[in-house]
């Protein structure tokens, strides 16, 4: 009994605390409460606000918005609205993505650093004409001073050959970088040849038909100059030109107070190698008129030069950037220093005649002086995104003081003794062409 008592009364004080407990309207979680408000507080309420009617939403709020076609019964059509009342371009939201996709790519503004990481571009260039121009065939016996020229190096043309660029930078701080770089790959070829049925070519070396003089024979008259170069049919000249360029330099960047223009000045080492070759070749064959047997005169020469310049030397330069719009740059860049040019020339001359192939010289000369090389560039870089940007331009390459293959043909007969090794190294070369590829910045 008492225990039946017992828990009749512990179900009445369980059922108590539950109703208790669930008629709370705050609920105790356990923490410690806040400050006891300020006497006279009391809560700011917004301008037109209300507190919601029991069951209802705020006052004001009404009922949920509809589209503007909703109203329109089954079949009506809205009114069209001008371009002006829609407050733009209808459907200038595919026309601002078409413009995404041409504009560059823009973050940081015109205030955003110009600099990379690696550099790749390919080279398009061509090689002017020499810097003197050299005679080696004359239509006709003629004297030295003022020969009919047959054949000379203007006659040379190069073609436009691709070759390569690349660098890369290291920053050491904030406008501060360490830059290397090499290009090469180039290799200029010009070819030039003149022919003359009635075998009346003549060549430099022999004053052009003058030096040794025509002979009288009793097998006829033999015209002037050398079996193996004169009264030929066929003269033709071949010309190569190939370079190298590395440079390591310090590069101290700058930015003006807009930002709109930006540059940098420069200044390091730089190697520079010219390789050149040049052939010159002779065919002769003809009869001599009162001389029964044919193939009287037959002889031909194969002339080779070759010559080296390599330049090691200081450099200075800068570049200067503006800011067309974010993301668009235009800009130029010159480099320019005074080079040690080492240059080697070498000669082989082979030729033959009616008593067989001869090696008539091979001739080696070196020489030290003073050269210069200067480089421009005008370019133009469109950032694609943020690790890639196009860049785009025109490069001028200028040497000078260096040796040519051309200009150190010695004129002098190799068939005679009196021929003396030279080397002429006072000439330039010039290099000009467009150029395109990417800047990497990680």
């Not at 960047?253 to 807009?258: D, F, I, L, S």
Request: one cysteine or more.
């Amino acid at each position: 009994m008492k225990l039946h008592t017992a828990w009749t009364i512990s179900v009445i004080v369980l059922v108590a605390c539950l109703t208790a407990a669930t008629g709370q309207t705050q609920i105790n979680s356990g923490y410690a409460s806040g400050p006891a408000p300020v006497p006279g507080w009391q809560p700011t309420i917004p301008p037109g606000f209300a507190p919601p009617a029991a069951g209802g939403l705020p006052a004001g709020y009404g009922s949920p918005v509809m589209p503007a076609n909703y109203a329109y019964a089954e079949g009506e059509e809205p009114p069209v609205e001008s371009y002006e009342e829609m407050g733009g371009f209808r459907g200038n939201f595919q026309l601002h993505r078409v413009l995404n996709m041409l504009l560059p790519y823009a973050e940081g503004g015109i205030c955003a650093p110009r600099w990379y990481d690696i550099h790749f571009e390919t080279t398009y260039l061509t090689r002017d004409e020499v810097s003197r121009n050299v005679v080696f065939s004359s239509d006709g016996v003629a004297g030295l001073a003022d020969p009919v020229v047959a054949l000379s190096t203007e006659d040379l043309e190069f073609d436009d050959e691709i070759g390569f660029r690349v660098s890369a930078a290291i920053q050491l701080g904030p406008g501060f970088s360490i830059e290397g770089g090499w290009q090469g790959l180039n290799n200029f070829v010009a070819a030039a040849s003149v022919s003359d049925e009635t075998d009346n070519l003549y060549s430099a070396m022999s004053d052009f038909g003058n030096n040794p003089p025509p002979q009288t024979t009793g097998g006829g008259t033999v015209r002037g100059g050398f079996p193996q170069t004169d009264s030929a049919e066929y003269h033709s000249i071949e010309y190569s030109t190939s370079f190298d360029a590395a440079d390591l330099f310090f590069r101290r960047r700058w930015a003006g107070p807009n930002c709109r223009f930006q540059g940098s000045w420069l200044m390091g080492v730089r190697w520079f190698q010219l390789e050149e070759s040049f052939r010159h070749q002779t065919f002769v064959d003809y009869e001599i008129a009162s001389n029964p047997e044919p193939n009287d005169v037959e002889g031909s020469m194969d002339y080779n030069v070759g010559t080296m310049n390599s330049m090691v030397g200081y450099q200075l330069g800068g570049d200067l950037w503006v800011a067309v719009i974010p993301g668009l740059r235009v800009g130029a860049e010159a480099k320019a220093g005074v080079f040690v040019n080492r240059a080697d020339q070498e000669t082989k001359i082979y030729a033959n005649d009616a008593d067989g192939p001869i090696l008539f010289a091979l001739e080696h000369v070196s020489k030290e002086s003073a050269a210069m090389v200067t480089q421009a560039d005008i370019m133009v870089t469109w950032r694609i995104n943020p690790n890639f940007t196009f860049r785009g331009g025109y490069q001028f390459l200028y040497a000078d003081g260096v040796a040519l293959a051309p200009e150190n043909f010695n004129a002098s007969a190799p068939f005679l003794d009196d021929r003396f090794p030279t080397i002429n190294d006072n000439g330039h070369v010039f290099f000009h062409g467009t150029t395109w590829g990417l800047e990497y910045l990680w």
